[in-house]
């Protein structure tokens, strides 16, 4: 089955800066990667997905990047801010089957 | 609020009792999935149904838990004699099968407690 690594477990930038979280799975099937933030207590939040035709993705401040051929992808926050603090999770599935997710990255922006 | 619902919130049992779970997905989904995420962890994946179909169950999953879709819409997820291991968040999410259908939506969940 499919296996997702997630690095680092931790991350602390200073606001302003970017944080990059990366992700490699194991299954070369796997077609679609979304990236999910959860706050203490809250129910986890889709903030942007690609999929395995696209190499790139942006939405504001955030972008995901995907190498299909090293089976990684990765997010990009840029301009930190305060409520960028949470814990995020990258997944990977095959089409609209089950999510398999990483362990999450705690995040944390420093005033 | 048009988003997945998920009954009850919380959850309190003593070891050796049976719960169960109620989750609505969003009303134009067809795909439901449930999930358990235990503290510090992803979510992990436990069964998932399109329309009233119960396409895969973990291989992890006890034979103590069963779920059901009985008219495609709203589920149950059942846990029967309950252990201490079973403390978790269960969480509920929906997807369609058109255009955007790889999107799963989840619910607030359910974070049972067995004592």
């Known amino acids: 089955g499919e296996n997702v690594e997630q690095h680092p477990s931790t991350l602390s930038v200073q606001e302003g800066d970017s944080a990059v979280i990366k992700c490699t799975y194991s299954?070369?099937?796997?077609?679609?990667f979304p990236w999910y933030k959860q706050e203490l207590g809250k129910r986890p939040q889709l903030i942007i997905d690609i999929r395995s035709n696209v190499g790139e993705k942006k939405d504001q401040r955030i972008a995901v990047t995907l190498n299909k051929t090293a089976k990684h992808f990765s997010l990009h926050i840029t301009e930190t801010q305060p409520e960028d603090s949470a814990v995020y999770f990258c997944a990977a599935s095959f089409g609209n089957e089950k999510l398999t997710f990483g362990t999450g990255t705690r995040l944390t922006i420093i005033p | 609020d048009t988003g997945v619902s998920q009954d009850p919130r919380h959850k309190i049992t003593k070891r050796g009792q049976n719960v169960t779970f109620r989750c609505d997905p969003i009303s134009e989904h067809n795909r439901l999935y449930w999930y358990r995420q235990t503290l510090g962890q992803g979510p992990e994946f436990l069964t998932y149904?399109?329309?009233?179909?119960?396409?895969?169950k973990s291989r992890l999953l006890s034979d103590r838990f069963s779920a059901e879709r009985p008219k495609g819409s709203f589920s149950t997820l059942e846990i029967q004699r309950t252990e201490q291991g079973d403390s978790a968040m269960y969480l509920c999410?929906?997807?369609?099968?058109?255009?955007?259908?790889?999107?799963?939506?989840f619910g607030p969940g359910t974070r049972l407690t067995v004592l």
């Open positions: 999410a929906s997807s369609s099968t058109g255009f955007r259908g790889d999107t799963q939506y």
């Open positions: 299954d070369s099937a796997s077609n679609y």
């Open positions: 149904f399109q329309n009233e179909a119960q396409l895969e």
